[in-house]
């Protein structure tokens, strides 16, 4: 049978900077930081099927003061070792979702991949995208190993990984951010990342300032959460605090 885990990082504040800052929910107040910052969970999540061991975008890529990646301590609380993930499946490479797709190692000082018996499936126009200078929504230093790796397969606008794994790019929050719907044999399940983000933009018509093409992301949303009250799909929510995943 399927497992789904969900892999929460904690709850953040960003605005315009594009800084993560941790928020304590029972401590601090959401008014007393700056104008325009939205509340969101970061929230990678595992998927267990009778084929892969699938991790759904990789989250902040934090470390403890052991060097140990945040990701890695989740996993291993859940009797998951991280060399036992199979795919890592990539919404998009912004670094609230990809900061830990590779891990700087300090003796070497170079970066490896994070999980090292997997492969990794990201877009191939995102990935170029991201590797430019300039743009704070990405670490290009820790996605440049990704180029010409042995074990990154570049997707392009759609398709299905292994039979049961469908991919589509949106082009909605982000110009390549693509979405998956995994095909498990007793349901499908839905990974939005940023274009499905929470449980209450599914339910209300929603247009962000924020995405690429609001419009249009707002429009998939209410196309998805049609097709899975029609066909009882879950839903997985990368950002929400309260329902990180809900079956309908």
């Given at each position: 049978m399927?497992?789904?885990?969900p892999?929460?990082?904690g709850s953040?504040t960003?605005?315009q900077?594009?800084?993560?800052i941790?928020?304590?929910l029972d401590q601090?107040d959401?008014?007393?930081?700056s104008?325009?910052?939205?509340?969101v969970?970061?929230?990678?999540f595992?998927?267990?099927t009778?084929?892969?061991?699938?991790l759904?975008?990789?989250?902040?890529?934090f470390t403890?003061?052991f060097n140990?990646?945040?990701?890695?301590q989740h996993?291993?609380?859940?009797?998951i070792?991280p060399l036992?993930?199979?795919?890592v499946?990539m919404s998009h490479?912004?670094?609230?979702?990809?900061?830990?797709v590779t891990?700087?190692?300090l003796?070497?000082q170079?970066?490896?991949?994070?999980?090292?018996?997997a492969k990794?499936y990201i877009?191939?126009q995102?990935?170029n995208f991201?590797l430019?200078?300039?743009?704070?929504?990405?670490?290009?230093?820790?996605l440049?190993?990704?180029?010409?790796h042995?074990?990154?397969?570049?997707?392009?606008n759609?398709?299905?990984i292994?039979?049961?794994?469908y991919?589509?790019?949106?082009?909605?929050?982000?110009?390549?951010?693509?979405?998956?719907?995994i095909?498990?044999g007793d349901?499908k399940?839905?990974f939005?990342?940023?274009?499905?983000?929470q449980?209450?933009?599914?339910?209300n018509?929603?247009?962000?300032k924020?995405?690429?093409?609001?419009?249009?992301?707002?429009?998939?949303?209410?196309e998805?959460w049609?097709?899975?009250?029609k066909?009882n799909w879950?839903?997985l929510?990368?950002?929400?605090i309260?329902?990180p995943?809900?079956?309908?």
């Open positions: 399927t497992q789904i885990i892999l929460s990082e953040f960003i605005d900077t594009k800084e993560f941790p928020f304590k601090d959401l008014q007393s930081r104008r325009g910052s939205l509340l969970e970061i929230q990678p595992l998927v267990i009778e084929k892969d061991i699938i759904l975008d990789t989250g902040l890529g403890d003061e140990n990646l945040q990701i890695h996993l291993i609380v859940h009797d070792n036992q993930v199979t795919k499946l490479l912004h670094k609230d979702h990809a900061g830990g891990k700087y190692d003796m070497s170079q970066y490896f991949l994070s999980f090292p018996n990794y877009n191939e995102e990935l991201a430019q200078p300039g743009n704070p929504s990405y670490h290009p230093s820790r440049a190993l990704l180029q010409n042995e074990q990154v397969v570049l997707l392009g759609e398709g299905i292994d039979d049961y794994i991919f589509q790019v949106t082009a909605a929050h982000s110009p390549h951010h693509q979405v998956f719907t095909d498990t349901g399940i839905f939005g990342g940023d274009d499905a983000p449980l209450k933009q599914m339910k018509k929603f247009v962000a924020y995405d690429h093409d609001g419009k249009k992301a707002a429009s998939l949303r209410n998805w049609e097709a899975g009250n066909a879950t839903f929510f990368y950002h929400d309260q329902t995943s809900i079956r309908l």
